[in-house]
């Protein structure tokens, strides 16, 4: 019912920067808190950023505090992520996650690999 498409991921120096991008098909695009979650070789994945329907609250983990801002266009049905001042140790893929506000489905993109290097 609701399709996510990751993009954005790559290669980058310890230092640098990155823009994700989480492409969204469906109807009523802003019922759905966006969240993006990551997940590292050999660890569980991992909570890093959501943002309301409307945009007005936002969350992030606190190994990302600072350097990470998710952002939404509901006009353009899609989420963001730029980080900011990226480490080795953000180095996991990213998933884009949508939550249904009345049914409380969880939908998932299949991920967009991040790679830092030192």
């Known amino acids: 019912q609701v399709q996510l498409v990751e993009s954005g991921g790559g290669l980058v120096q310890a230092g640098g920067s990155l823009r994700l991008s989480c492409a969204a098909s469906g109807r009523t695009f802003s019922n759905y808190a966006m969240s993006w979650f990551r997940q590292a070789p050999g660890m569980e994945r991992e909570f890093v950023a959501t943002?309301?329907?409307?945009?007005?609250?936002?969350y992030y983990a606190d190994s990302v505090k600072g350097r990470f801002t998710i952002s939404r266009d509901n006009a353009k049905n899609t989420v963001h992520l730029q980080m900011n001042s990226l480490k080795p140790e953000d180095t996991a893929v990213y998933y884009c996650?949508?939550?249904?506000?009345?049914?409380?489905?969880?939908?998932w993109g299949k991920g967009t690999l991040v790679t830092v290097s030192s």
């Open positions: 943002i309301s329907g409307s945009g007005s609250v936002t």
């Open positions: 996650n949508a939550n249904g506000r009345a049914s409380g489905m969880d939908y």
